[in-house]
């Protein structure tokens, strides 16, 4: 089923500097800010290849693509970044706080290649719809670099956690890679190159079946380029695999925060919603309070409407296969507000928020609405994508980010 193989990454040398200077989050979790600080990191910070800025004379032979080629090539002859000298997967941890338990959590996964799929297959799974404009963005830098500069989140399932046992005796040597990132993250890195080894995780991963957790654009923008380049390298792309079944996961809620609604009216929209469930005006403190318990039998939405000085809870009852954010975008946002899919895929109203106090502050800022959600499950998302279903964009938020920078994937042949 799934085709996963070792690889000889480029990776950074201490020619780069110091690996916390040089890495970054995954360019859509990228703000100006980070970007500004990233950039003063240090010249060779990777968010000068993945998200490098933009100028007003920017042309078709010097742009934001071009530079970020001109500058790989700069890394690779003075020695910034080198290539590993044998094949091999790399163990991956993350040592986290838990944003909502407090608890300290570790994810561990690995790093690869994996054979790209079509969704018919039923190798890949997506669960997430796709943006167009971030595919686009992808494409180019992809045909220009001719490199993967930053791997996707991949899950598998693997109750016996038979994988995880042997990524656990590799972490018990010195780490390749060490790096604490601006959230209080802890990643580490450790090579396996033994042969026996290797052959023995391919050998694990050749019955599974997996589900993109983060990186759909990426992945469908890679299966398509793979369809247009002549390289069998282009047949593959860079992937961390993680186990489904592992205490480490931790998904949070994405919220989604509306403006620019034309003839939005609020008492309109409360008795249309009155209709949909049980709707209560409750404080701040109070739905906060009530919402950080989920309750299997019933669907919970926060609804936070510009001048209300409360927040509407609307519960009803959840049937075995209602999933959250698809009872708010078809039941609210299509047929209650009148939003097509498109304007969804184009984000033409709708912004995506993490923290339920950011999407208050937002609505307090000059924003029409936030709808608050829970978050999904990690057994829903598979039970969604193994049976092929899908859900709206930015249905899940896997908490921590994969740090980008720890290993790159050159298209050579």
């Known amino acids: 089923m799934a085709k996963v193989f070792p690889f000889q990454p480029y990776r950074y040398t ?26 003063a990191m240090s010249p060779n910070n990777l968010v000068r290849l993945i998200l490098g800025e933009r100028f007003p004379d920017d042309s078709d032979t010097n742009n934001v693509y071009t530079r970020a080629t001109s500058l790989l090539q700069e890394w690779l002859a003075n020695g910034v970044l080198a ?39 039923n190798v890949i799974h997506r669960h997430e719809q796709t943006l167009s404009g971030p595919k686009r963005d ?13 791997q996707i989140f991949l899950l598998y399932p693997d109750k016996e956690g038979a994988i995880d046992k042997i990524l656990d ?38 019955d599974k079946k997996m589900v993109i957790a983060d990186g759909h654009h990426r992945y469908e923008t890679s299966l398509g380029y793979s369809k247009e380049s002549p390289k069998q390298d282009a047949k593959r792309m860079m992937m961390t695999f993680v186990n489904m079944y592992s205490d480490g996961l931790r998904v949070l809620a994405t919220h989604r925060v509306l403006r620019k609604l034309e003839g939005f009216d609020a008492a309109s929209l409360k008795e249309k919603l009155s209709k949909l469930g ?32 409360n927040v509407w809870l609307l519960e009803t009852d959840r049937q075995p296969s209602d999933l959250d954010v698809i009872f708010l975008h078809k039941k609210i946002l299509s047929e209650t507000l009148g939003i097509s899919e498109d304007a969804v895929r184009d984000e033409k109203y ?17 924003a029409q609405i936030a709808f608050l959600l829970q978050p999904t499950t990690v057994e829903q998302v598979a039970e969604v994508s193994f049976s092929g279903g899908v859900m709206p964009q930015k ?19």
Not at 395 to 413: I, Q
Request: glycine content about 8%; proline content about 7%.
């Open 14 to 39: 201490a020619a780069g500097g110091p690996i916390e200077k040089l890495v970054t989050q995954p360019y859509d979790k990228i703000s100006p800010a980070m970007q500004a600080k990233y950039l």
């Open 83 to 121: 290539r590993d000298p044998e094949p091999g997967f790399y163990a991956y941890f993350q040592e986290f706080k838990d944003p909502d338990t407090g608890d300290m959590r570790t994810r561990k996964g690995f790093i690869g290649i994996g054979q790209l799929e079509d969704y018919s297959a």
């Open 138 to 150: 992808r494409l180019e830098l992809l045909k220009h670099t001719q490199t993967h500069l930053e």
């Open 169 to 206: 005796e590799a972490a018990k040597a010195t780490p390749d890679a060490e790096v604490p990132d601006e959230y209080g993250v802890t990643h580490r890195m450790w090579r396996i190159s033994d042969a026996s080894t290797v052959a023995q995780i391919q050998s694990l991963m050749d």
């Open 278 to 309: 049980k709707l209560e005006m409750v404080t701040a403190n109070e739905f906060k309070k009530r919402f950080a318990t989920p309750d299997p039998a019933k669907l919970k939405l926060g609804v936070a409407v510009a001048g209300e000085p």
């Open 350 to 366: 709708i912004t995506y928020v993490r923290g339920v106090d950011a999407a208050l502050g937002e609505v307090k800022d000059g």
């Open 395 to 413: 249905s899940t938020d896997f908490y921590p980010k994969l740090l980008s920078g720890l290993t790159f994937y050159p298209l050579e042949k």
